[in-house]
C-alpha cells in the first residue's frame, strides 16, 4: 500500500504525510530498514549529511529500484557546509545515487556564524538548477524564518523541528501555518522512552483503538497536520509506524493528548547550536 496521505507543499509539491527517519542507523542498518519500509508502504526517507548513511540510504533505493517519482528523498546541508551548498550537495547526491532530492533542509540556522542567509540564497540557486525540488530548513525559530524571508523573499516550504507530545511547539507551528510553512515533527516518539509511551491517556487511547501507544502518538500528528518521521530500524516496528490509516483521533482526544505539552526539548536549542 502506498502512503495513502500526502501533503502539498507551498511551491506545488507533494509529499507523503509520513516517512521514515533514520539519524542513528549505521549504512548497514538503514539497508534492510529501507528495505523493510519500502515494503510495508513508506515512500518518503529522512536522511542528512550528518548521519553518515547516505551510503546505505543510495544502496537501499538502488536495490529497490523503484520508479524514482514514486519516492521522495530528503537530506540536509550540515552547518559546516552553509558556505558551499552546492558541493554538499553534489556529494550527498553521489552517495545517494540520485541526480536530485526531493526536498533539500538546511539542518540548523547556526544563528551565531551568521551564514544562513547566504547558505539559504545557495539553496535557492540548488533548487533552480533541479537538484533540489523543494527546498527548506530545521530548526529555525521565528526570527530566523523572519530574516530569510525579508532578505531573499523565498519562503521555505518546510520547518523541521523538534515536535511530540511533551514539546508541542504550538507558538511556532502555527506561524509557520500563516507562512504557509509546513511544520515537520522531528522526535515525532520522544526518541522512543518511557516519557510519551506511559503517560495515562496514550495508553488508554491505546487501549480504546487496539492500537500501540507509538500508533497513537503518529496519529496525532497526522491529525495535527504534521508531517511526521518516526526513525526504528527494526522490522516489525517500522510495519507498526505506518499501520495507522484505519483510525484517527477525535477533537476531544487531541485536547486531551494537548495538555501533555512541557515545553520540554531532548535536543538542543536552536538558538546557540552550532555556535
Ligand atoms: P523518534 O522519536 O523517531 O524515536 C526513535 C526511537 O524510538 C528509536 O530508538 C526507535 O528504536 C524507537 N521506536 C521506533 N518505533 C517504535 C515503536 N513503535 N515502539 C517503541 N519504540 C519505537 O526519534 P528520532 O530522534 O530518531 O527522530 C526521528 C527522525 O527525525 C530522525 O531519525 C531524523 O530523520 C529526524 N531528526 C531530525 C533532526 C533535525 O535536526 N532536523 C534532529 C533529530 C531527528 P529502534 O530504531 O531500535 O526500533
Known amino acids: 500500500m502506498t502512503n495513502p496521505t500526502v501533503i502539498k507543499l507551498q511551491d506545488g509539491n507533494v509529499m507523503p504525510q509520513l516517512g521514515l527517519g533514520v539519524w542513528q542507523a549505521s549504512n548497514e542498518e538503514v539497508v534492510s530498514a529501507i528495505h523493510k519500509a519500502l515494503e510495508v508502504g513508506y515512500r518518503s526517507i529522512d536522511t542528512a549529511a550528518a548521519y553518515k ?9 538502488a536495490d529497490a529500484a523503484l520508479p524514482r517519482d514514486e519516492l521522495f ?14 558541493q554538499a550537495l553534489q556529494d550527498s547526491l553521489e552517495k545517494l545515487q540520485l ?17 544562513y ?7 535557492i540557486e540548488l533548487q533552480k538548477q533541479g537538484l533540489a525540488k523543494s527546498i527548506g530548513v530545521c530548526n529555525f525559530q521565528v526570527n530566523h524564518l523572519q530574516r530569510l524571508i525579508d532578505e531573499t523573499g523565498v519562503t521555505p516550504v518546510i520547518n523541521q523541528i523538534e515536535l511530540h ?15 504557509k510553512i509546513q511544520t515537520e515533527s522531528w522526535s515525532p516518539l520522544a526518541q522512543g522512552g518511557a516519557g510519551v509511551f506511559d503517560q495515562q491517556v496514550i495508553r488508554k487511547l491505546a487501549e480504546k483503538y487496539a492500537k500501540t501507544p507509538a500508533q497513537i502518538v503518529i496519529r496525532w500528528h497526522l491529525d495535527s497536520g504534521l508531517v511526521v518521521i518516526p526513525k526504528s530500524v527494526t522490522a516489525s516496528r517500522i510495519a507498526e509506524n505506518f499501520a495507522v490509516w484505519d483510525f484517527r483521533l477525535d477533537k476531544e482526544e487531541l485536547g486531551e493528548i494537548a495538555k501533555l505539552d512541557q515545553g520540554k526539548r531532548l535536543g538542543p536549542d536552536p538558538d546557540t547550536f552550532g555556535s
Open 99 to 115: 541526480d536530485y532530492v526531493d526536498l533539500y533542509l538546511m539542518h540548523w540556522p547556526v544563528p551565531g556564524k551568521n551564514h
Open 73 to 86: 528523498i530528503t537530506t540536509k546541508l550540515w552547518n559546516d557546509d552553509q558556505q558551499r551548498p552546492h
Open 117 to 123: 542567509v547566504e547558505a539559504w540564497k545557495g539553496m
Open 53 to 61: 548513511n547516505e551510503d546505505g540510504v543510495g544502496k537501499a533505493l
Open 165 to 179: 507530545p511533551l514539546m508541542q511547539q504550538r507558538q511556532l507551528h502555527a506561524w509557520n501555518a500563516t507562512h
